[in-house]
Protein backbone atom coordinates (compact mmCIF):
# COMPACT_ATOMS: atom_id res chain seq x y z
CA UNK A 1 0.00 0.00 0.00
CA UNK A 2 1.56 3.32 -0.73
CA UNK A 3 -0.76 6.01 -0.44
CA UNK A 4 0.63 9.02 -0.60
CA UNK A 5 1.18 11.19 2.19
CA UNK A 6 -0.89 14.00 1.25
CA UNK A 7 -3.93 12.05 0.86
CA UNK A 8 -6.38 11.74 3.58
CA UNK A 9 -7.63 7.89 2.16
CA UNK A 10 -6.79 4.94 -0.11
CA UNK A 11 -10.11 4.58 -0.80
CA UNK A 12 -13.46 6.49 -1.14
CA UNK A 13 -16.63 5.18 -1.17
CA UNK A 14 -19.92 6.75 -2.07
CA UNK A 15 -23.23 5.28 -0.64
CA UNK A 16 -23.94 2.56 1.82
CA UNK A 17 -26.61 0.14 0.40
CA UNK A 18 -25.10 -3.21 -0.30
CA UNK A 19 -22.78 -2.17 -3.07
CA UNK A 20 -21.13 0.69 -0.82
CA UNK A 21 -20.80 -1.79 2.30
CA UNK A 22 -19.25 -5.14 -0.10
CA UNK A 23 -16.62 -2.50 -1.51
CA UNK A 24 -16.02 -0.62 1.74
CA UNK A 25 -15.01 -4.12 3.15
CA UNK A 26 -13.63 -5.35 0.47
CA UNK A 27 -11.17 -2.24 0.25
CA UNK A 28 -10.37 -2.54 4.06
CA UNK A 29 -9.92 -6.66 4.47
CA UNK A 30 -7.47 -5.75 1.58
CA UNK A 31 -5.80 -3.03 3.54
CA UNK A 32 -6.57 0.09 2.54
CA UNK A 33 -7.58 3.04 4.29
CA UNK A 34 -11.26 3.53 3.82
CA UNK A 35 -13.96 6.24 4.12
CA UNK A 36 -17.76 4.89 3.16
CA UNK A 37 -20.39 8.20 2.97
CA UNK A 38 -23.98 7.84 2.85
CA UNK A 39 -26.84 10.63 2.70
CA UNK A 40 -29.00 8.53 5.60
CA UNK A 41 -28.69 8.45 8.97
CA UNK A 42 -28.06 4.53 8.35
CA UNK A 43 -26.65 2.11 6.12
CA UNK A 44 -28.41 -0.57 4.34
CA UNK A 45 -29.67 0.80 0.95
CA UNK A 46 -33.06 -0.50 -0.54
CA UNK A 47 -33.46 -3.07 2.46
CA UNK A 48 -33.38 -0.35 4.55
CA UNK A 49 -34.53 2.92 2.95
CA UNK A 50 -37.36 1.29 0.85
CA UNK A 51 -38.77 -1.61 2.91
CA UNK A 52 -37.00 -4.17 0.09
CA UNK A 53 -36.88 -6.82 2.98
CA UNK A 54 -34.95 -9.63 1.16
CA UNK A 55 -31.10 -10.20 0.12
CA UNK A 56 -31.78 -11.48 -3.98
CA UNK A 57 -28.91 -12.71 -5.48
CA UNK A 58 -27.13 -14.77 -3.08
CA UNK A 59 -28.08 -18.11 -4.78
CA UNK A 60 -28.47 -19.77 -7.67
CA UNK A 61 -32.11 -20.49 -9.14
CA UNK A 62 -32.91 -24.38 -9.03
CA UNK A 63 -34.96 -26.78 -6.42
CA UNK A 64 -31.74 -26.88 -4.38
CA UNK A 65 -29.88 -23.24 -2.99
CA UNK A 66 -26.89 -23.10 -4.80
CA UNK A 67 -24.81 -20.32 -2.74
CA UNK A 68 -23.19 -17.49 -5.54
CA UNK A 69 -22.09 -15.23 -3.27
CA UNK A 70 -19.55 -15.18 -0.25
CA UNK A 71 -16.46 -12.93 1.30
CA UNK A 72 -17.72 -9.38 1.94
CA UNK A 73 -21.35 -10.21 1.96
CA UNK A 74 -20.51 -13.05 4.92
CA UNK A 75 -18.84 -10.50 7.18
CA UNK A 76 -22.71 -9.23 7.26
CA UNK A 77 -24.89 -12.79 7.33
CA UNK A 78 -22.52 -13.34 10.26
CA UNK A 79 -23.51 -10.62 12.04
CA UNK A 80 -27.31 -10.55 10.98
CA UNK A 81 -27.16 -13.77 12.34
CA UNK A 82 -25.61 -13.10 15.70
CA UNK A 83 -28.17 -10.06 16.05
CA UNK A 84 -30.94 -13.08 15.83
CA UNK A 85 -31.84 -13.64 12.07
CA UNK A 86 -31.70 -17.13 10.60
CA UNK A 87 -30.44 -16.09 7.33
CA UNK A 88 -31.32 -19.36 5.51
CA UNK A 89 -32.00 -19.09 2.33
CA UNK A 90 -35.75 -18.96 1.62
CA UNK A 91 -37.62 -20.08 -1.35
CA UNK A 92 -40.59 -17.45 -2.32
CA UNK A 93 -43.36 -19.48 -2.87
CA UNK A 94 -44.50 -16.66 -5.69
CA UNK A 95 -41.47 -16.70 -7.34
CA UNK A 96 -39.75 -19.89 -6.88
CA UNK A 97 -36.20 -17.76 -6.38
CA UNK A 98 -34.19 -18.06 -2.98
CA UNK A 99 -33.81 -15.27 -0.68
CA UNK A 100 -32.87 -14.39 2.48
CA UNK A 101 -35.74 -12.81 4.87
CA UNK A 102 -34.36 -8.96 6.26
CA UNK A 103 -35.33 -7.12 9.46
CA UNK A 104 -34.48 -4.18 8.58
CA UNK A 105 -33.27 -2.60 12.23
CA UNK A 106 -30.93 -5.67 12.53
CA UNK A 107 -29.18 -4.70 9.35
CA UNK A 108 -28.80 -1.19 10.00
CA UNK A 109 -26.80 -2.67 13.23
CA UNK A 110 -25.25 -5.44 11.74
CA UNK A 111 -23.57 -2.71 8.99
CA UNK A 112 -22.62 -0.35 11.44
CA UNK A 113 -20.98 -3.14 13.62
CA UNK A 114 -19.28 -4.83 10.70
CA UNK A 115 -18.21 -1.88 9.17
CA UNK A 116 -16.68 -0.52 13.05
CA UNK A 117 -15.31 -3.70 13.07
CA UNK A 118 -12.75 -3.84 10.35
CA UNK A 119 -11.78 -0.08 10.53
CA UNK A 120 -13.93 1.94 8.11
CA UNK A 121 -14.63 5.33 8.52
CA UNK A 122 -18.08 6.38 8.00
CA UNK A 123 -20.03 9.78 7.52
CA UNK A 124 -23.70 9.37 7.78
CA UNK A 125 -26.18 12.09 6.55
CA UNK A 126 -23.31 13.14 3.91
CA UNK A 127 -23.07 13.17 0.79
CA UNK A 128 -20.76 13.40 -2.48
CA UNK A 129 -21.17 17.33 -3.87
CA UNK A 130 -18.32 17.76 -6.13
CA UNK A 131 -15.18 15.85 -7.38
CA UNK A 132 -11.84 17.66 -8.79
CA UNK A 133 -10.12 15.42 -11.62
CA UNK A 134 -7.56 15.57 -13.78
CA UNK A 135 -7.67 14.21 -17.51
CA UNK A 136 -8.06 10.52 -16.25
CA UNK A 137 -7.78 9.86 -12.56
CA UNK A 138 -10.29 11.73 -9.37
CA UNK A 139 -8.19 13.65 -6.74
CA UNK A 140 -10.55 14.19 -4.47
CA UNK A 141 -14.03 15.16 -3.58
CA UNK A 142 -16.08 17.33 -1.82
CA UNK A 143 -18.43 16.38 0.94
CA UNK A 144 -21.90 17.74 2.03
CA UNK A 145 -22.67 17.15 5.44
CA UNK A 146 -24.11 18.64 8.54
CA UNK A 147 -21.16 20.45 9.48
CA UNK A 148 -20.68 22.21 5.50
CA UNK A 149 -18.62 20.96 3.15
CA UNK A 150 -14.86 19.34 3.16
CA UNK A 151 -12.69 18.41 0.94
CA UNK A 152 -11.34 14.73 0.76
CA UNK A 153 -8.66 13.49 -1.13
CA UNK A 154 -8.12 9.41 -2.05
CA UNK A 155 -5.90 7.35 -4.42
CA UNK A 156 -9.26 5.64 -5.23
CA UNK A 157 -12.94 5.74 -5.34
CA UNK A 158 -15.94 3.67 -6.05
CA UNK A 159 -19.50 4.80 -6.84
CA UNK A 160 -21.69 2.51 -4.72
CA UNK A 161 -24.51 5.23 -4.50
CA UNK A 162 -27.17 3.16 -7.20
CA UNK A 163 -27.87 6.58 -9.06
CA UNK A 164 -24.70 7.05 -10.07
CA UNK A 165 -24.18 10.62 -7.77
CA UNK A 166 -20.00 9.65 -7.55
CA UNK A 167 -20.03 9.44 -11.41
CA UNK A 168 -22.19 12.23 -12.07
CA UNK A 169 -20.07 14.99 -10.36
CA UNK A 170 -17.00 13.47 -11.95
CA UNK A 171 -17.89 14.09 -15.54
CA UNK A 172 -18.83 10.24 -16.74
CA UNK A 173 -21.05 9.61 -19.32
CA UNK A 174 -24.23 8.62 -18.44
CA UNK A 175 -27.26 6.57 -19.81
CA UNK A 176 -30.79 7.29 -18.51
CA UNK A 177 -32.69 3.84 -18.47
CA UNK A 178 -32.44 1.52 -21.55
CA UNK A 179 -31.37 2.77 -25.13
CA UNK A 180 -34.80 4.20 -25.65
CA UNK A 181 -34.51 5.96 -22.33
CA UNK A 182 -37.07 4.17 -20.00
CA UNK A 183 -37.17 3.21 -16.45
CA UNK A 184 -37.89 0.06 -14.75
CA UNK A 185 -41.07 0.68 -12.49
CA UNK A 186 -40.71 1.82 -8.81
CA UNK A 187 -42.10 -0.22 -5.97
CA UNK A 188 -43.02 0.40 -2.76
CA UNK A 189 -43.27 -2.62 -0.53
CA UNK A 190 -44.87 -1.99 2.82
CA UNK A 191 -45.18 -3.79 6.63
CA UNK A 192 -48.25 -4.50 7.89
CA UNK A 193 -49.04 -5.31 11.50
CA UNK A 194 -52.27 -6.74 13.48
CA UNK A 195 -52.61 -9.86 11.38
CA UNK A 196 -54.67 -12.68 12.97
CA UNK A 197 -51.93 -15.39 13.14
CA UNK A 198 -53.69 -18.28 13.47
CA UNK A 199 -55.35 -17.40 10.23
CA UNK A 200 -53.29 -18.16 6.61
CA UNK A 201 -53.18 -15.33 4.27
CA UNK A 202 -56.06 -16.28 1.71
CA UNK A 203 -54.53 -15.18 -1.12
CA UNK A 204 -57.50 -16.10 -3.16
CA UNK A 205 -59.12 -13.51 -1.20
CA UNK A 206 -56.75 -10.66 -1.57
CA UNK A 207 -57.38 -11.24 -5.58
CA UNK A 208 -61.08 -11.29 -4.98
CA UNK A 209 -60.75 -8.06 -3.01
CA UNK A 210 -58.84 -6.19 -5.80
CA UNK A 211 -60.52 -7.40 -8.67
CA UNK A 212 -63.20 -5.41 -7.09
CA UNK A 213 -60.93 -2.24 -6.05
CA UNK A 214 -59.38 -2.19 -9.57
CA UNK A 215 -62.77 -1.23 -11.18
CA UNK A 216 -62.59 1.73 -9.26
CA UNK A 217 -59.99 2.16 -6.82
CA UNK A 218 -57.85 5.56 -6.80
CA UNK A 219 -54.76 2.92 -7.22
CA UNK A 220 -55.25 0.23 -9.17
CA UNK A 221 -52.63 -2.59 -8.48
CA UNK A 222 -51.20 -4.06 -12.38
CA UNK A 223 -50.68 -7.51 -10.04
CA UNK A 224 -53.55 -9.58 -10.38
CA UNK A 225 -51.65 -12.71 -8.49
CA UNK A 226 -51.94 -10.87 -4.89
CA UNK A 227 -48.69 -9.54 -5.08
CA UNK A 228 -45.53 -11.11 -3.39
CA UNK A 229 -45.85 -11.49 0.51
CA UNK A 230 -43.78 -12.89 3.41
CA UNK A 231 -43.47 -12.68 7.10
CA UNK A 232 -41.00 -10.37 8.54
CA UNK A 233 -38.66 -12.33 10.94
CA UNK A 234 -39.01 -12.15 14.10
CA UNK A 235 -41.66 -9.51 14.23
CA UNK A 236 -45.09 -11.44 12.81
CA UNK A 237 -45.54 -8.54 10.73
CA UNK A 238 -46.77 -9.20 6.91
CA UNK A 239 -43.95 -7.89 4.44
CA UNK A 240 -46.14 -7.07 1.39
CA UNK A 241 -44.75 -5.79 -2.56
CA UNK A 242 -48.37 -5.24 -4.17
CA UNK A 243 -47.72 -1.47 -5.58
CA UNK A 244 -45.47 -0.87 -8.66
CA UNK A 245 -45.66 3.00 -10.29
CA UNK A 246 -44.01 4.52 -14.03
CA UNK A 247 -41.16 6.54 -13.42
CA UNK A 248 -41.37 8.72 -16.73
CA UNK A 249 -38.25 10.23 -16.15
CA UNK A 250 -35.47 11.18 -12.95
CA UNK A 251 -36.63 14.44 -12.33
CA UNK A 252 -37.82 15.58 -8.90
CA UNK A 253 -41.66 15.98 -9.80
CA UNK A 254 -42.02 12.42 -10.84
CA UNK A 255 -39.99 11.38 -7.94
CA UNK A 256 -42.55 13.13 -5.66
CA UNK A 257 -45.76 12.23 -7.63
CA UNK A 258 -44.47 8.99 -7.26
CA UNK A 259 -43.75 9.14 -3.11
CA UNK A 260 -47.10 10.76 -2.54
CA UNK A 261 -48.86 7.79 -4.84
CA UNK A 262 -47.27 5.21 -3.00
CA UNK A 263 -48.25 6.32 0.46
CA UNK A 264 -51.95 7.26 -0.55
CA UNK A 265 -51.88 3.66 -2.14
CA UNK A 266 -50.50 2.36 1.04
CA UNK A 267 -53.20 3.23 3.20
CA UNK A 268 -56.24 2.60 0.53
CA UNK A 269 -54.69 -1.24 0.44
CA UNK A 270 -54.69 -2.00 4.15
CA UNK A 271 -58.04 -0.47 4.37
CA UNK A 272 -59.01 -3.20 2.02
CA UNK A 273 -57.70 -5.72 3.65
CA UNK A 274 -59.34 -4.75 7.08
CA UNK A 275 -62.62 -5.06 5.01
CA UNK A 276 -62.22 -8.18 2.72
CA UNK A 277 -60.23 -10.15 3.90
CA UNK A 278 -60.38 -13.00 6.86
CA UNK A 279 -57.67 -12.19 9.57
CA UNK A 280 -56.67 -8.64 8.95
CA UNK A 281 -60.24 -7.02 10.67
CA UNK A 282 -57.46 -4.96 13.14
CA UNK A 283 -54.38 -4.58 10.72
CA UNK A 284 -52.64 -1.48 10.15
CA UNK A 285 -50.17 -0.08 8.45
CA UNK A 286 -46.34 -0.17 10.13
CA UNK A 287 -44.20 1.64 7.75
CA UNK A 288 -43.36 2.54 4.05
CA UNK A 289 -40.71 3.39 2.87
CA UNK A 290 -38.71 6.21 3.98
CA UNK A 291 -38.63 6.43 0.21
CA UNK A 292 -39.77 4.35 -3.09
CA UNK A 293 -37.87 1.56 -4.03
CA UNK A 294 -36.21 2.90 -7.06
CA UNK A 295 -35.04 0.19 -9.37
CA UNK A 296 -32.90 1.84 -12.01
CA UNK A 297 -31.71 5.64 -12.64
CA UNK A 298 -28.61 6.50 -14.17
CA UNK A 299 -25.58 4.00 -15.68
CA UNK A 300 -22.58 5.58 -16.16
CA UNK A 301 -19.93 4.23 -19.28
CA UNK A 302 -17.64 1.11 -17.65
CA UNK A 303 -14.91 -0.20 -20.19
CA UNK A 304 -17.18 -3.01 -20.53
CA UNK A 305 -20.99 -3.78 -20.52
CA UNK A 306 -22.10 -6.40 -19.70
CA UNK A 307 -24.76 -8.36 -21.89
CA UNK A 308 -28.13 -9.88 -21.41
CA UNK A 309 -26.05 -12.94 -23.83
CA UNK A 310 -23.57 -13.17 -21.62
CA UNK A 311 -26.16 -14.00 -19.22
CA UNK A 312 -28.03 -16.10 -20.96
CA UNK A 313 -25.76 -18.58 -21.80
CA UNK A 314 -24.16 -18.59 -18.51
CA UNK A 315 -20.97 -17.10 -20.39
CA UNK A 316 -17.63 -17.68 -17.90
CA UNK A 317 -14.81 -15.91 -18.29
CA UNK A 318 -10.82 -15.87 -16.95
CA UNK A 319 -11.32 -11.96 -15.97
CA UNK A 320 -14.66 -12.75 -13.88
CA UNK A 321 -14.84 -11.02 -10.11
CA UNK A 322 -18.47 -11.80 -9.27
CA UNK A 323 -21.36 -14.28 -10.35
CA UNK A 324 -24.45 -13.49 -11.83
CA UNK A 325 -27.04 -15.70 -10.38
CA UNK A 326 -30.21 -13.85 -9.94
CA UNK A 327 -32.68 -14.31 -13.55
CA UNK A 328 -33.06 -11.13 -15.22
CA UNK A 329 -36.24 -9.82 -13.64
CA UNK A 330 -37.34 -6.95 -15.71
CA UNK A 331 -39.98 -4.20 -14.92
CA UNK A 332 -40.56 -2.30 -18.11
CA UNK A 333 -44.24 -2.53 -17.21
CA UNK A 334 -45.30 -1.95 -13.78
CA UNK A 335 -46.16 -4.47 -12.03
CA UNK A 336 -45.59 -7.15 -14.43
CA UNK A 337 -42.28 -8.69 -13.92
CA UNK A 338 -40.55 -11.08 -16.58
CA UNK A 339 -38.30 -13.35 -15.51
CA UNK A 340 -35.48 -14.88 -18.01
CA UNK A 341 -33.46 -17.67 -16.20
CA UNK A 342 -29.06 -17.76 -16.27
CA UNK A 343 -28.04 -20.05 -18.51
CA UNK A 344 -25.52 -22.25 -18.62
CA UNK A 345 -24.24 -23.31 -15.20
CA UNK A 346 -26.88 -21.00 -13.49
CA UNK A 347 -24.54 -18.05 -13.02
CA UNK A 348 -22.17 -15.81 -15.25
CA UNK A 349 -18.59 -13.95 -14.71
CA UNK A 350 -19.48 -10.42 -14.01
CA UNK A 351 -15.68 -8.94 -15.35
CA UNK A 352 -13.81 -6.85 -13.69
CA UNK A 353 -13.92 -4.23 -16.72
CA UNK A 354 -17.39 -4.17 -16.01
CA UNK A 355 -16.54 -2.00 -12.19
CA UNK A 356 -14.04 0.24 -14.16
CA UNK A 357 -15.03 3.56 -15.20
CA UNK A 358 -14.42 4.59 -18.79
CA UNK A 359 -11.67 7.31 -19.11
CA UNK A 360 -10.86 7.30 -15.39
CA UNK A 361 -8.09 4.73 -14.12
CA UNK A 362 -9.24 5.04 -10.55
CA UNK A 363 -12.97 5.21 -10.22
CA UNK A 364 -14.74 1.77 -10.19
CA UNK A 365 -18.68 0.70 -9.85
CA UNK A 366 -20.23 -1.29 -7.60
CA UNK A 367 -23.84 -2.54 -7.00
CA UNK A 368 -26.36 -1.29 -9.72
CA UNK A 369 -23.52 1.55 -10.98
CA UNK A 370 -21.81 -1.30 -13.03
CA UNK A 371 -21.23 -1.60 -17.00
CA UNK A 372 -24.66 -3.68 -18.07
CA UNK A 373 -27.02 -3.81 -21.14
CA UNK A 374 -30.87 -3.22 -20.09
CA UNK A 375 -31.32 -7.19 -19.70
CA UNK A 376 -27.96 -7.42 -17.90
CA UNK A 377 -29.04 -5.50 -15.70
CA UNK A 378 -32.62 -6.27 -15.05
CA UNK A 379 -30.03 -9.45 -13.27
CA UNK A 380 -27.21 -7.49 -11.83
CA UNK A 381 -29.05 -4.69 -9.73
CA UNK A 382 -30.13 -6.90 -6.97
CA UNK A 383 -28.54 -6.82 -3.44
CA UNK A 384 -27.15 -10.09 -3.25
CA UNK A 385 -25.01 -9.55 -6.41
CA UNK A 386 -24.40 -5.81 -5.12
CA UNK A 387 -22.06 -7.02 -2.49
CA UNK A 388 -20.16 -9.56 -4.89
CA UNK A 389 -19.57 -6.35 -6.87
CA UNK A 390 -18.67 -4.66 -4.70
CA UNK A 391 -16.17 -6.52 -2.63
CA UNK A 392 -14.51 -6.89 -6.17
CA UNK A 393 -14.31 -2.96 -6.98
CA UNK A 394 -13.46 -2.52 -3.41
CA UNK A 395 -10.54 -4.83 -3.96
CA UNK A 396 -9.84 -3.50 -7.03
CA UNK A 397 -9.55 0.09 -5.83
CA UNK A 398 -7.15 -0.94 -2.56
CA UNK A 399 -4.70 -3.04 -4.81
CA UNK A 400 -4.64 0.35 -7.69
CA UNK A 401 -2.98 2.22 -4.81
Known amino acids: ?23 ALGAACAGAKVLLVEKYGFLGGAATNAQVLAYCGFFQQGPNPIKAVGGAADLVL ?37 LEANGVDVLL ?43 LVAGVPCRIGNAEGQLQAISSPIRIGGRDMSKPIDRAAIKAAFAKYNADGRWPSARDDGGIYTEVPN ?15 LSSASFTKAERAARDAAHDYVALLRKEVPGFENAYLVQTGPQIGIRESRHPAARYELTGADLATGRQRDDGVAKAAW ?36 LFYAGRTIGADPLAYASIRVMGTAFATGDAAGQAAAQAV
Request: glycine letters at 12%; one cysteine or more; hydrophobic letters at 40%.
Open 78 to 114: DELRRLGLNCDPYRSPTTMNWIILLEPEAVKLALDRV
Open 235 to 249: TGEMWWMMFDHPLPD
Open 1 to 23: MTRKPESDYDVVVAGGGAGGVGA
Open 125 to 167: HTRVAAATRTADRIESVTLAGMDGRTRVTAEAFVDGTGDANLS
Open 327 to 362: PMEDHSVAGKPKYTSIGGDGWASIPLDALRAKGLDN
